[in-house]
């Protein structure tokens, strides 16, 4: 913070949850750090959030229970909230505003980046197509993530989502290289998440040595949900210096993005704005675009900054408005099905509504290998014969179904179980690709439509010989 201006007693008019309001009594500006101090000298941050002619809003990342609105004074810094950020920063853990929550020192500042961020320019922004390995087949094989891409993963109450989201922070890694790389690294940011998974977290990072290339985010669900709203801006900038200051690949796993956006709605309603649809504010979808649009790569910078936004669907509706203005912003999504989950398969990802719309720019001849794309193609063919093989024999059951549909029959079971299915071992992608391979060796040969002569000679009739 570079200057601050004192504003004495009797300027804090009331306290709404997570808003303070206060008199106008001099210039200040959106956004612009505050701090507010008791008159028991307790000390809170905020930012201002709106403010008109007469009054000024501000949202407190501390609670404000026990502030007695008399004898408060309020320090305007006349600039944004920044994080101080540095060497360092990789093995740590902070609460959602940047504070250590580890014990350790404070962070060896090297400079203060603005939390909200800057807009990369559209003309210095390079288009995403290096693969990037999570270690989970349904995505690396079916529905592959890029390096800079923003993809996210659209769950339900009561889906492992969170065990999934550490099993990609503890697994992903650079192809081609080991998985202590000092060239990638994970910024995982939980939001509004309860005592326990915030253990979990970090419990499951430092047992399976994840936490040292990690930065590691945790707003619990007793915090402020104003706090609740700046959890992920403040890992997003900890990325940005990561990745365009050390030149480091980041993968960033925000979760879960349905409690900012209830969060969102909170504090929308405090300040008295019309809602929109159910009750989120009309603005939702650019602030969320604040969000998603952080991620890419810049031209003449060697770091990149990878998005995994993890939601829960309310009552499991991929048309509610968080996963529906998601999509819109978004390059795709990953969706996890309860049914699967009750048949213990793991990850539950449905492959058929799940996709990467840059997959296509990432992977084939010198990224991953030349057989992923035909493979891929071929899977989702067949599986999605599959399905409509299942409505059938549902109809006229599985003796009245010809050779060829109780063929594909099997090979939907055999995919689920071999293919998306694979327990708590993590797959390469040629782990993957031979697993792909093997279910599709059942099928008849006129089946295999997306395949060329070379790889059913090879891949299938070579296989079936030996």
Same mark, same amino acid.
């Given at each position: ?10 300027? /804090? ?10 008199? +106008? ?47 408060? %004074? *309020?320090?305007?810094?006349?600039? $944004? ?26 962070? /060896? ?16 922004? *390079? ?19 890029? %390096? ?14 969170? +065990? ?19 060239? &990638? ?8 998440? $309860? ?14 040595? /994840?936490?040292?290339?990690? /930065? ?77 649009? +952080?991620?890419? %790569? ?39 099905? %309860? ?11 449905? *492959?058929?509504?799940?996709?990467? +719309? ?11 290998? $030349? ?15 599959? #399905? ?22 099997? &090979? ?5 179980? #071999? ?48």
């Amino acid at each position: 913070m570079t200057y601050a201006r004192l504003v004495g007693e009797e300027i /804090a008019n009331r306290a709404e949850g997570p808003l303070l309001f206060l008199s +106008r009594a001099l210039d200040v500006g959106l956004n612009e750090a505050v701090e507010v101090e008791g008159a028991d000298g307790s000390v809170r941050l905020g930012r201002i959030a709106a403010l008109d002619q007469d009054s000024i809003t501000v949202e407190m990342l501390d609670d404000t229970a026990g502030l007695a609105l008399a004898g408060t %004074r *309020v320090r305007f810094f006349g600039e $944004p909230l920044r994080f101080q950020v540095g060497p360092g920063l990789l093995g740590r853990v902070f609460d959602g505003v940047g504070k250590p929550l580890d014990g350790g020192p404070p962070l /060896a500042a090297e400079r203060a980046y603005r939390v909200d961020g800057l807009p990369i320019k559209p003309t210095a922004r *390079v288009a995403p197509n290096e693969f990037l390995e999570t270690g989970f087949t349904a995505i690396d094989l079916m529905n592959s993530l890029v %390096r800079g891409q923003k993809l996210p993963l659209f769950s339900g109450g009561g889906l492992p989502h969170d +065990r999934i989201a550490v099993d990609i922070a503890c697994n992903a890694r650079l192809p081609g290289e080991s998985d202590d790389s000092e060239s &990638f690294a994970i910024v995982f940011a939980g939001i509004g998440i $309860p005592h326990d998974s915030a253990e979990l977290f970090r419990e499951e990072m430092e047992k399976r040595g /994840a936490l040292a290339r990690t /930065a590691l985010f945790l707003n619990l669900a007793s915090d402020s949900s104003a706090q609740r709203l700046l959890t992920p801006r403040f890992a997003l900038t900890a990325a940005e210096y990561l990745a365009f200051t050390e030149g480091k690949h980041v993968l960033v796993i925000l979760t879960d993005l349905t409690n900012y956006c209830e969060a969102l709605r909170e504090v929308s309603a405090s300040r008295g704005e019309i809602p929109s649809r159910k009750g989120y504010p009309g603005y939702m979808y650019s602030d969320l675009a604040t969000l998603y649009e +952080r991620a890419g %790569r810049i031209r003449g910078r060697a770091g990149s900054v990878t998005q995994i936004p993890i939601l829960t669907m309310p009552n499991d509706d991929i048309t509610h408005p968080i996963p529906d203005l998601t999509g819109y912003i978004t390059e795709g999504q990953i969706v996890l099905d %309860r049914d699967l989950h009750r048949r213990d398969i793991y990850p539950p990802i449905r *492959v058929l509504p799940s996709l990467s +719309r840059l997959m296509k720019d990432g992977i084939g001849q010198d990224r991953t290998h $030349p057989d992923h794309p035909a493979l891929a193609a071929q899977l989702y063919a067949s599986y999605s014969q599959a #399905q409509q093989s299942r409505v059938l024999a549902g109809v006229v059951g599985e003796e009245g179904l010809t050779e060829n549909d109780r063929k594909l029959l099997a &090979f939907g079971d055999a995919f689920e179980r #071999q293919v998306i299915h694979q327990g708590v071992e993590a797959r390469t992608l040629e782990e993957s690709m031979t697993a792909g391979w093997s279910v599709l060796r059942d099928l008849p040969r006129a089946e295999l439509h997306r395949l060329d002569d070379r790889q059913i000679r090879e891949r299938i009739d070579g296989e079936r010989a030996t």
